[in-house]
């Protein structure tokens, strides 16, 4: 069914896409389309198949604002160089909103001395807020991100400093991105209040997560997620090994299923971030790896005569060649295929279907009021007759 949308830029942002249809409808949809996916590849999952569900608004820890002369907003939908604005977005969490309260004040008071990028002419000074607001914890981050090739930097980050001193942001800093490149985080930041890094508590587990690092984008729904694969991994293994794992929110929470966990990742913000989760959760048995997943059978982890399970959370284009021939020469008991790409996902499960079998299946609606969906595959290997 149709229904009217509670946000007034709907149909003109380039964020949401399904304001517009009954939260019902939208999981319908989604099912439908993941279903298709499947039968494509011949890869059977029920008809039945169970959606976890949240908040159906107010749920994002992330968003990423560009500046324009009116102040934050978004891309007008396919319109690069145009903006759209508003007073609030309803998929962002409330402490994103209310960090957006903020910065959107600050601009409006300090707008004759700001000096806002343009993107078309790709010159000016400030280009986005970047803000983080993790769900549980409540902990918030700003990133400005500024034009390195802009001669107006001293000058605003004076005016941050600034802003910085009179907010209840608790962590803020800076990027500097060059003028040609359009990125709206960077690990080239400056800490002008607070910390690089920021919390999130998950049930009793703590995460740190760069602000410029990877983290999934609905706390509440992986929670879910979480206590999905905890159930369908139990705790037998020697090992675990958990491909494309960021800041070990899976492998840490996952930590007493098996005697050893390594978790790889291929970017240091996440792995550094790791560490950190280490240490916060008291993990004996867990170590990261940076490194791509590709190279995982050059890391030393010893899998002879073990019972091993893998955990995997690629990005988008799915599980690299060479890790395919890894999980072939090594055949775990179990896999765990966690996926915001269910398409390549049903692709990727096809293969893996030569030695595995899908054994259960879930969606989880991590992304409402957008098409995209989270889904998680529970596969055992097969038994050699
Ligand atoms: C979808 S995220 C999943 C992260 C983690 N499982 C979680 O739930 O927070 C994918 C992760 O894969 C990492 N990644 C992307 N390409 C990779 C590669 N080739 N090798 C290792 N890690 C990679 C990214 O840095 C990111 O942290």
Request: with cysteine; net charge neutral.
């Amino acid at each position: 069914m149709e229904r009217t949308p509670q946000c007034p830029v709907f149909g003109n942002c380039g964020g949401c896409s399904m304001q517009d249809r009954d939260y019902a409808v939208q999981i319908e949809l989604k099912k439908k389309e993941l279903i298709v996916d499947f039968s494509l590849q011949k890869v059977g999952i029920k008809d039945d198949l169970k959606v976890f569900l949240k908040h159906e608004f107010n749920y994002r820890n992330r968003m990423d604002f560009p500046f324009s002369a009116e102040g934050l907003g978004q891309r007008k939908k396919g319109h690069f160089e145009k903006m759209v604005h508003f007073k609030k977005c309803h998929i962002a969490n409330a402490g994103v909103q209310a960090v957006f309260d903020e910065v959107q004040a600050w601009f409006e008071s300090q707008k004759d001395k700001l000096d806002v990028f343009d993107v078309v002419k790709t010159t000016g000074t400030i280009r986005y807020a970047t803000i983080r607001s993790s769900f549980f914890s409540g902990e918030s981050s700003v990133t400005f991100i500024l034009n390195l090739d802009s001669l107006k930097i001293g000058e605003h980050k004076e005016l941050i400093a600034g802003f910085a001193a009179g907010s209840k942001v608790q962590n803020v800093l800076i990027g500097l991105v060059k003028h040609n490149t359009d990125q709206s985080a960077t690990p080239a930041v400056e800490v002008v209040k607070g910390s690089a890094y920021i919390s999130e508590r998950l049930g009793e587990k703590v995460f740190n997560y760069h602000t410029q690092g990877f983290f999934q984008s609905n706390s509440a729904v992986l929670m879910d997620i979480i206590y999905y694969i905890k159930d369908k991994v139990g705790a037998e293994y020697d090992t675990l090994i958990d491909l494309y794992g960021g800041v070990g929110t899976l492998g840490i929470s996952l930590m007493d299923a098996a005697k050893e966990i390594f978790i790889v990742d291929n970017n240091g913000l996440n792995t550094s971030a790791g560490a950190r989760n280490i240490e916060a959760n008291n993990c004996k048995n867990v170590k990261f790896f940076e490194a791509d997943a590709e190279k995982s059978s050059e890391l030393g982890i010893d899998l002879a005569g073990k019972r091993s399970i893998f955990v995997l959370d690629p990005p988008r284009n799915g599980i690299q060649r060479k890790v395919f021939k890894y999980i072939k020469n090594t055949l775990p008991e179990k896999l765990i295929y966690v996926s915001c790409n269910p398409r390549r996902m049903a692709e990727d499960i096809k293969i893996l279907s030569e030695d595995y079998e899908l054994k259960d299946f879930a969606a989880f609606d991590m992304f409402p009021q957008t098409r995209h969906i989270e889904a998680v595959g529970e596969m055992v290997r097969k038994s050699k007759e």
